[in-house]
């Protein structure tokens, strides 16, 4: 009998030790190895989990270290408030021994989605009590406010402060809920983008390459791509030596659109096709995505063309449709209704000034100004979640080209007014901007 | 001659982190005594900060040229005396742990930089009380021994005093030139 159980122990181990050992080797699903659901923000690329491990042997430091690498260059540029450095001082022993604030993972634990908050946190809420619990005697405005309303009520944000500093809040506290002639900014032209060039443009009879499809021709003969000089052979076989390639992949794009293709791979639309994941991944669709989506785009994947479409690459309808055509929740679906379609659809009637309209684009994939050799340059962040995380830091990039900063952070922090899409006024106020002037600014 | 002088200039280089380290680690061969260690800390620490203050901030401020303010990002001016100092220590706590230094007040305008460490209140106190003097004890934090010594950050220029006087967060406004406004705490391990 003895025999017989040990028999099956080792039936089973090696049965065990097989079934593993090919999901760990062989080209086939790994999700068995995955200790947890993953958060929104990573679920994508749960697969690659060399982009987190990147050593069977690494400890905390090198899982530090990873979440540096994708995340650093955006906390540096928010002006982080809470970086690993101000803990590092010996000084603050005692309130590591409450809050490990040197690493990520202390309130951003990964497999943990069942008690992952928003932002990815997996602390309370209140973390904020261990270092700032006698706030109420500095700020007398504050006694009596819970700490885990910091930032859950539109005021503090433990990592991107840049729209909700005190002196940012006074210098446009009298901003009118609406500006009277609110632009967002223009995108850089041609001869912005390729100061010193001599572009020629295309026209239809100019095209390098025959085709049979009079679609294809018009639709590439009227898009920017002709008018910047570029032919069917800049995208389809840029190199001499190359063969002609039906379907240009992204790598042909970020030949000329390197920065929006940097952005892409940082959001959600493009992280699966980010070179730097230690595996590949197929493009990201919407039936691998958890919001809701139209059914009929569930297999849609997600590349430049996807959106801007080939040859006639249409931003106008990458702004809106392209959008529209996969995105089906609450927010989505009222757009059409909202003010701010409206203005979209009267700049493109011509009945509003450029820059007048508000498009999903203008808010999810906001044009940014960046610099560049030759200087500055205006364009689009096309990593859609940029500025969502969290939504305040929409208010700089975004809302406050049209509006005032303490509407826009009553808006953002209304959650039902989100969901309806700007239909109506913010319900609540957040008093934030009004505490701020009620305080003398000067000793004087 | 370059080369030469360069070796030379390198192996004092060396010498001085080995020396260092050893000191760091309580060796007895050390060249530094803690005190020693963080007292040339504080002379380059100090020397820059009042170049920065003096050459580069009073000086253009001035000239009316550009100023120094807090949000020196979104006004396009340049960081505060205080900042760059921070910066400085933010920048060494992300590549040393054999150091750490902070500049702290009992008058602190952000409260975070009041003294916390029994040793820090003693030490602030100290430097306040008695002028031209440092302060130096250890402590244990974290389960470690630490050298901590305290330095007094003297108000070197107008515009030191002019804007601790005038923020709206400073507990204390008025600040003359020369007085001691807060202090610099060097902190170095003593256990390997």
């Known amino acids: 009998m003895k025999k017989l159980i040990w028999l099956a122990w080792i039936i089973l181990m090696i049965a065990a030790a097989t079934y593993f050992g090919y999901r760990l080797l062989a080209d086939a699903n790994k999700t068995v190895f995955l200790v947890g659901e993953t958060t929104d923000g990573h679920h994508q690329i749960e697969m690659a989990c060399g982009a987190c491990h990147t050593s069977p042997f690494g400890g905390g430091e090198l899982l530090q270290e990873s979440c540096v690498s994708c995340h650093g260059a955006e906390l540096k540029s928010a002006n982080d408030a809470h970086p690993k450095s101000k803990f590092t001082d010996p000084r603050n022993a005692d309130r590591l021994e409450h809050l490990e604030a040197r690493y990520c993972v202390t309130c951003h634990q990964e497999h943990h989605r069942d008690r992952t908050l928003p932002m990815g946190v997996t602390q309370p809420i209140d973390f904020c009590f261990h270092c700032h619990q006698d706030i109420a005697d500095e700020r007398p405005s504050h006694r009596g406010m819970g700490f885990e309303t910091c930032a859950s009520a539109g005021c503090h944000n433990y990592h991107d402060n840049r729209a909700l500093y005190e002196d940012f809040l006074h210098k446009f506290a009298d901003e009118p809920a609406l500006k009277p002639s609110g632009r967002t900014p223009v995108l850089a032209g041609l001869a912005q983008k390729h100061p010193g060039m001599d572009i020629v443009p295309l026209s239809i009879g100019r095209a390098d390459h025959a085709t049979s499809r009079d679609e294809i021709s018009h639709a590439w003969a009227q898009s920017a791509h002709a008018q910047a000089g570029v032919n069917c052979k800049g995208c389809h076989q840029p190199e001499a030596s190359t063969v002609w390639e039906d379907k240009p992949g992204i790598a042909v794009c970020q030949t000329c659109h390197a920065a929006e293709a940097e952005t892409f791979f940082q959001g959600k639309h493009g992280m699966r096709l980010n070179p730097e994941l230690p595996i590949s991944l197929s493009p990201m669709t919407p039936a691998l995505g958890r919001l809701p989506f139209k059914s009929e785009a569930a297999h849609r994947e997600l590349t430049c063309n996807s959106c801007h479409g080939a040859h006639q690459y249409d931003t106008r309808k990458a702004a809106v449709e392209s959008c529209l055509g996969c995105h089906d929740d609450e927010h989505s679906r009222n757009y059409e209704k909202s003010a701010h379609a409206q203005l979209w659809k009267d700049e493109l009637s011509g009945a509003a000034p450029e820059g007048a309209g508000v498009s999903c684009a203008s808010c999810h994939m906001p044009r940014i100004e960046v610099d560049i050799a030759s200087g500055k340059r205006v364009l689009v962040n096309h990593n859609q979640n940029d500025n969502l995380r969290p939504n305040e830091k929409m208010l700089r990039s975004v809302c406050q080209s049209c509006h005032g900063l303490s509407f826009g952070i009553d808006a953002l922090a209304d959650p039902q007014l989100i969901k309806n899409n700007f239909s109506a006024q913010p319900a609540a106020h957040i008093e934030s901007v009004d505490m701020v002037k009620a305080r003398p600014q000067t000793q004087h | ?192």
Request: aromatic fraction near 8%; proline fraction near 5%; charge should be neutral.
């Open chain 2, 1 to 192: 001659m370059l080369k030469r002088k360069s070796m030379a200039v390198g192996v004092a280089l060396i010498a001085g982190a080995v020396s260092l380290a050893a000191c760091s680690s309580g060796k007895k061969d050390a060249a530094f005594t803690p005190q020693e260690l963080t007292d040339m800390l504080h002379l380059v620490m100090e020397s820059d900060r009042a170049v920065y203050t003096k050459q580069v901030v009073n000086r253009l401020k001035e000239a009316g040229v550009i100023k120094a303010t807090e949000h020196f990002t979104d006004d396009q001016t340049l960081p505060l005396p205080a900042q760059m100092f921070r910066f400085g220590s933010e920048t060494v706590a992300g590549k040393t742990d054999k150091f750490s230094y902070s500049l702290q007040s009992n008058w602190a305008i952000n409260k975070q930089n009041a003294p916390r460490t029994d040793a820090e209140k003693q030490g602030l106190t100290y430097i306040v009380e008695h002028p031209g003097e440092n302060f130096y004890t250890t402590e244990e934090l974290g389960g470690k021994k630490f050298f901590t010594a305290v330095y007094p950050d003297v108000a070197v220029a107008p515009v030191c005093v002019s804007c601790h006087n005038e923020h709206k967060d400073s507990p204390k406004t008025d600040f003359k030139l020369g007085d001691v406004m807060g202090g610099v705490v060097i902190r170095v391990p003593m256990d390997s």
